[in-house]
């Protein structure tokens, strides 16, 4: 399929309308040119280079170690992909020290291909939020579980569990909602809780992991097909064996090998 430049590209606005969709809409990783390509044909609407390409694609224990030069090598190439989707882009967490490092980020990212930024956390980095919204870069939020700092909050487990949390993580979404997000991904919430966030928020939720009352859904398409099953988490559901289908292209070529040098013989 050619691609064609007079087709309109999916804007944060376009998002906008996914408030209340049924059923949700789709939203998937890429981290390379084909990836990305095979995606906008299957008419995924937006497309996330997420930090979780450290482990899918680089082979680091978690997204932590991922740089600001890989996330852009790799979001030049989903760029290259693309001429229709809506691309998304983590900063990093070694772009989270200051709120100057995340704006930095952020702008390189954009320079980059990138339509709109995504960091991670709630009014823990308002500081953070604030300086990327306020230079009219669109931001994407994301609350609950927090890869980044997966680590130091007790590892992976579901959030929401207790009031408490809860509350926090509404208040949370709603802060962001008010400082410009156009969106929030909930990922890893009790699922009557990201139903209450999603019912309060007049921006649309994404969720991961957090059950069916979001406005959209995402997930890492190496997990969804299959690909990278050695980093794929629990809770996840592949919809395809990638990994299998590989191992066994690799077979039958091999065995048609020994059976061309048989038959030379």
């Not at 969720?207 to 969804?224: M, N, P, W």
């Amino acid at each position: 399929m050619q691609k064609n430049s007079t087709v309109s590209r999916v804007s944060p606005n376009d998002i906008l309308l996914w408030k209340n969709s049924r059923p949700p809409e789709i939203v998937l990783t890429a981290a390379d040119y084909p990836t990305a390509r095979l995606l906008e044909e299957a008419r995924v609407k937006c497309i996330h280079v997420g930090d979780s390409l450290g482990m899918v694609v680089l082979g680091y224990p978690d997204t932590t170690l991922v740089t600001l030069d890989e996330m852009l090598h790799h979001l030049r190439a989903v760029a290259r992909g693309c001429s229709r989707a809506l691309i998304t882009a983590d900063v990093p967490a070694c772009c989270m020290s200051t709120p100057r490092e995340a704006l930095n980020a952020a702008r390189r990212l954009v320079e980059n291909g990138a339509h709109a930024v995504k960091l991670e956390g709630g009014r823990d980095i308002r500081e953070h939020v604030i300086a990327v919204a306020s230079e009219q870069i669109p931001l994407l939020g994301h609350i609950g579980l927090l890869p980044q700092r997966a680590k130091m909050a007790g590892g992976y487990r579901r959030y929401g569990v207790n009031k408490a949390e809860a509350d926090s993580l509404l208040e949370d979404a709603l802060f962001l909602q008010e400082a410009g997000c156009f969106s929030l991904v909930l990922e890893c919430m009790v699922e009557e809780l990201a139903a209450v966030i999603t019912k309060n928020l007049s921006i649309p939720t994404i969720g991961i992991y957090s059950g069916k009352h979001c406005d959209a859904q995402i997930r890492v398409t190496h997990d969804l097909v299959g690909l990278s099953p050695w980093s794929a988490p629990k809770s996840s559901r592949p919809y395809a064996d990638f990994a299998g289908i590989l191992k066994q292209s690799i077979e039958k070529f091999r065995q048609s090998l020994i059976a061309q040098e048989a038959q030379e013989n």
